[in-house]
């Protein structure tokens, strides 16, 4: 499934903020679902794009915040490729809005530009508006996410119809080629595997788990590793069955893998990681907040005594007190401490908060 998208923002991909926004819901044949809107971008809209889209900062103001349509959106596009002319760009802002809205947002792109050049080389220009008056593909209200969207719905179609291998195979935008696995296992399993953080595990035709692995992408992780496959990829060879975890985020997901490894558990085709007994010095006992499984979820990350002593996924409510959350928090005793784990975690990562005990 396919959910092909045209933005129009207050700017460009590192800082723009969405004004309209167009998704159109297809399978490569034909519209299933729609949806667009007007949203408010809380800043200022530059004269230059009120000029080019006629969205002005008045025809904004009594329109939606982007947090309000964010859980939305996100039903209605997660688990499909994002489909867009320039799709870097629409890509970009998406996920940066969601993650303001305190949503993660990674999803396989399909861009119509590279797509294009590589289906239609002869091409003179690959602009949205030049491609689709060579192609005769009819363009209502230019420099508008709906009119913009609705056209590159229509080349995305005669692209699909024209080559769909090519489309969902060599694209540089769809970042797997999932034709070129030569597994066990049906491309509908990888697929099933979610695009969000977790721990994922790879069972052999005895049914026993040989490998564990992490990612922030648990589908994207997955595939990477499958895709190593130069006919000497034991992991490959003996993949007939995948499970998979989802943990909120990706500091939950690598404790669990590090910790299943140090185990006697530990699959066969994992090393064995190097046990970290660094104490987290200088910060005392404190709390880890940040993102849970959906909106309403919250993991938790506890160190007392410089190292880990316990973790959880809870229920979210904002009035609740560190004392209360601490007590929602059973202990645990880790193999390691993970003073280095969360140290750059913490520093590489915008959490949502640290609470001091």
Same mark, same amino acid.
């Given at each position: 499934? *396919?959910?092909?998208?045209?933005?129009?923002?207050?700017?460009?991909?590192?800082?723009?903020?969405?004004?309209?926004?167009?998704?159109?819901?297809?399978?490569?044949?034909?519209?299933?679902?729609? *949806?667009?809107?007007?949203?408010?971008?809380?800043?200022?809209?530059?004269?230059?794009?009120?000029?080019?889209?006629?969205?002005?900062?008045?025809?904004?103001?009594?329109?939606?915040?982007?947090?309000?349509?964010?859980?939305?959106?996100?039903?209605?596009?997660?688990?499909?490729?994002?489909?867009?002319?320039?799709?870097?760009?629409?890509?970009?802002?998406?996920?940066?809005?969601?993650?303001?809205?305190?949503?993660?947002?990674?999803?396989?792109?399909?861009?119509?530009?590279?797509?294009?050049?590589?289906?239609?080389?002869?091409?003179?220009?690959?602009?949205?508006?030049?491609?689709?008056?060579?192609?005769?593909?009819?363009?209502?209200?230019?420099?508008?996410?709906?009119?913009?969207?609705?056209?590159?719905?229509?080349? *995305?179609?005669?692209?699909? +119809?024209?080559?769909?291998?090519?489309?969902?195979?060599?694209?540089?935008?769809?970042? *797997?080629?999932?034709?070129?696995?030569?597994?066990?296992?049906?491309?509908? &399993?990888?697929?099933?595997?979610?695009? +969000?953080?977790?721990?994922?595990?790879?069972?052999?035709?005895?049914?026993?788990?040989?490998?564990?692995?992490?990612?922030?992408?648990?589908?994207?992780?997955?595939?990477?590793?499958?895709?190593?496959?130069?006919?000497?990829?034991?992991?490959?060879?003996?993949?007939?069955?995948?499970?998979?975890?989802?943990?909120?985020?990706?500091?939950?997901?690598?404790?669990?893998?590090?910790?299943?490894?140090?185990?006697?558990?530990?699959?066969?085709?994992?090393?064995?990681?190097?046990?970290?007994?660094?104490?987290?010095?200088?910060?005392?006992?404190?709390? &880890?907040?940040?993102?849970?499984?959906?909106?309403?979820?919250?993991?938790?990350?506890?160190?007392?005594?410089?190292?880990?002593?316990?973790?959880?996924?809870?229920?979210?409510?904002?009035?609740?007190?560190?004392?209360?959350?601490?007590?929602?928090?059973?202990?645990?005793?880790?193999?390691?401490?993970?003073?280095?784990?969360?140290?750059?975690?913490?520093?590489?990562?915008?959490?949502?908060?640290?609470?001091?005990?």
């Amino acid at each position: 499934m *396919f959910a092909i998208v045209d933005i129009e923002a207050t700017g460009g991909a590192d800082n723009g903020r969405i004004t309209e926004i167009a998704i159109f819901i297809s399978d490569g044949t034909q519209i299933l679902e729609e *949806f667009t809107t007007l949203l408010n971008p809380q800043v200022k809209i530059p004269k230059y794009v009120q000029k080019l889209t006629g969205i002005t900062s008045k025809k904004v103001k009594d329109a939606s915040l982007f947090a309000d349509v964010a859980q939305e959106l996100l039903e209605l596009i997660e688990g499909k490729y994002l489909v867009a002319h320039n799709a870097l760009f629409d890509y970009h802002i998406l996920k940066s809005e969601f993650n303001r809205a305190g949503l993660l947002y990674e999803e396989l792109r399909i861009c119509t530009v590279d797509m294009s050049k590589l289906i239609l080389p002869d091409e003179e220009s690959y602009s949205l508006g030049k491609l689709c008056d060579s192609l005769g593909i009819e363009v209502d209200d230019r420099h508008r996410a709906t009119g913009d969207a609705r056209a590159t719905v229509e080349l *995305f179609h005669l692209l699909y +119809k024209t080559n769909e291998q090519l489309l969902l195979s060599e694209g540089p935008e769809s970042e *797997f080629k999932l034709a070129d696995l030569s597994m066990n296992i049906e491309v509908e &399993v990888i697929e099933s595997v979610p695009q +969000k953080p977790g721990i994922f595990k790879i069972f052999d035709q005895n049914n026993k788990v040989v490998y564990c692995g992490k990612g922030k992408n648990m589908r994207r992780s997955l595939i990477k590793l499958l895709k190593r496959n130069d006919g000497k990829n034991r992991i490959t060879a003996n993949c007939y069955a995948v499970s998979h975890a989802e943990t909120g985020n990706f500091l939950i997901a690598h404790i669990q893998q590090i910790e299943l490894l140090l185990s006697k558990n530990r699959p066969p085709m994992n090393r064995k990681p190097n046990v970290d007994n660094t104490l987290y010095a200088g910060k005392g006992d404190f709390i &880890v907040i940040d993102t849970g499984r959906g909106v309403d979820e919250r993991s938790i990350i506890r160190f007392r005594n410089g190292k880990l002593d316990g973790y959880s996924l809870i229920e979210w409510h904002q009035e609740l007190s560190a004392e209360e959350i601490n007590d929602l928090v059973p202990s645990y005793q880790a193999i390691g401490s993970y003073a280095n784990l969360v140290r750059k975690y913490i520093d590489k990562s915008k959490v949502e908060k640290v609470l001091y005990l």
